[in-house]
């Protein structure tokens, strides 16, 4: 399968894009929220102009997404650019839980799906439930985690997987080590 050539080392826009699309939200409903044009938040997804820093605020704050997510992180070298993401250059990720740590392994978010390494500290956990208009593969690469799908409680050791397809889930880690795993998500949602 032939892939066309990918974007530039970071595309700020493209990224927005693909988080915006992810979250069924039109430009005009973003724009609104923001109190922006709909021309300026395009320019913006089209690298045409760049937000100020409180307006990466805000539209972190409409996305759900932490700002850090959105800030340019080391560049990769040209020929790497789009392609390879090193250790050191990975992009933090995700949500205020506290006890989790998730960075991006994808280059960017322009593709149908991201790759997430996700480190849950010991004796962390989410309480609530969550869900999302999401299918996602998980893989425990150390550790031990507790994964709770449907009200449905399982026991991961390294080297297992899971699947959730949109289902209500929640996780724990009840144990004095962290645990490591691997998400692959589709769409985007970070």
């Not at 021309?39 to 972190?60: F, K, M, N, Y």
């Not at 500290?121 to 031990?144: C, D, N, W």
Request: net charge negative.
């Amino acid at each position: 399968m032939q892939h066309s050539p990918p974007d530039p080392p970071f595309s700020l826009g493209a990224d927005l894009r693909a988080l915006r699309k992810s979250r069924d939200l039109t430009l005009t409903e973003m724009a609104n929220t923001l109190g922006r044009s709909v021309g300026w938040l395009s320019q913006v997804e089209r690298g045409i102009s760049d937000p100020s820093i409180t307006d990466l605020r805000h539209i972190a704050a409409c996305l759900g997404v932490s700002v850090s997510m959105l800030f340019r992180h080391a560049a990769a070298p040209a020929h790497e650019a789009g392609y390879v993401v090193r250790q050191g250059a990975r992009r933090p990720i995700g949500s205020d839980v506290a006890g989790l740590v998730e960075e991006l392994l994808s280059p960017d978010l322009t593709d149908d799906f991201e790759v997430v390494h996700s480190t849950f500290q010991p004796h962390s956990r989410i309480t609530a439930p969550v869900s999302r208009p999401t299918q996602e593969v998980g893989y425990l690469v150390s550790g031990k985690l507790e994964v709770e799908i449907e009200g449905t409680a399982h026991l991961l050791n390294p080297g297992d997987s899971f699947r959730i397809r949109g289902e209500a889930f929640r996780w724990s880690n009840p144990f004095d080590t962290p645990a490591v795993a691997i998400w692959v998500i589709a769409p985007p949602v970070y």
